[in-house]
């Protein structure tokens, strides 16, 4: 597990296995929203606040391994934060959904369409941590229990504190899920898109034009943002996610035209890869 703080507000812990990025967010430092810098979003508003709490706590997706989540609470405290009162989910891939174990009692909030998604789908989640579990042979001192969720409205916003986080959709990878802006801190959260370590996937009905609809979108958003923090792998500057964002929109349009033929972004073009892209091509 590694820690990084990317700005006074936002730490990226990174886990040991699959490079799964948990981002965590603070907000409420005394400025007023209408004080912040940037456009204004327009849409609905979603809102996990407490009012009577001035700062709060956001933890957005999740670490893996047992000993890494049983560390968030302590990292969270050491980092003078306050505890969370909110997670948040990119979408509904289980790597990403594990934030309950840390924290039993705090709201869960996701898109609209990964709510629709768990609800279609009960027990999947757990399903696939316990086949990833028995893989690895990890045993987990308690069992994940999503319970309900909160479907946030995205397009949107999301009150933390007197800050607001941006919500935009984000689908593609999967057919659900949404970004994350945190404009104060420059941080932009996407999900599992523009990794460095992995070629773009197809996963449980993600489409190429959805997912290079997303990747338009990302493309306007990107040049706000000094951080862009993937699902998987480093944490890009602005210049590292437009370049991999290039090489995905130019792999996926070989996919739709070339299927199996298509060419896989340099650099990335390992066995795991490799083996995604076979998957890709039954999928698309």
Not at 61 to 82: G, H, K, M, T, W
Not at 197 to 224: F, K, M, S, V
Request: net charge negative; hydrophobic share 40%; aromatic share 4%.
């Amino acid at each position: 597990m590694r820690a990084v703080l990317l700005h006074p507000d936002v730490i990226v812990v990174t886990s040991a296995v699959l490079q799964v990025n948990c981002v965590i967010v603070r907000g409420g430092d005394g400025t007023r929203p209408e004080d912040l810098d940037g456009p204004r979003h327009a849409g609905r508003s979603a809102d996990l606040r407490k009012p009577e709490q001035p700062a709060e706590t956001f933890v957005i997706d999740s670490l893996v391994l047992p000993d890494e989540i049983d560390a968030l609470p302590s990292l969270i405290e050491q980092a003078r934060f306050p505890a969370p009162s909110g997670l948040l989910a990119t979408h509904g891939d289980w790597d990403h959904l594990l934030g309950r174990l840390a924290f039993p009692r705090v709201p869960l909030g996701c898109a609209e369409s990964t709510a629709e998604r768990l609800a279609a789908s009960p027990g999947e989640v757990q399903r696939q941590l316990r086949v990833f579990d028995e893989e690895l042979m990890i045993e987990r001192p308690r069992p994940l229990v999503l319970g309900s969720v909160q479907a946030l409205p995205v397009p949107g916003r999301c009150g933390i504190g007197d800050r607001e986080l941006e919500l935009y959709p984000g689908a593609g990878h999967t057919p659900d899920g949404m970004i994350i802006v945190a404009r104060w801190a420059g941080v932009l959260t996407i999900g599992d898109h523009l990794s460095s370590i992995e070629i773009p996937t197809l996963n449980d009905g993600g489409e190429i034009d959805t997912y290079l609809a997303t990747l338009e979108r990302l493309r306007g958003l990107i040049p706000q943002a000094q951080h862009v923090v993937p699902g998987h792998g480093p944490v890009l500057n602005s210049d590292r996610a437009l370049t991999l964002l290039e090489e995905d929109a130019c792999y996926l349009r070989a996919l739709a035209e070339h299927g199996v033929e298509a060419e896989l972004p340099a650099g990335r073009r390992k066995v795991a890869n490799r083996r995604w892209h076979s998957q890709n091509v039954r999928g698309s």
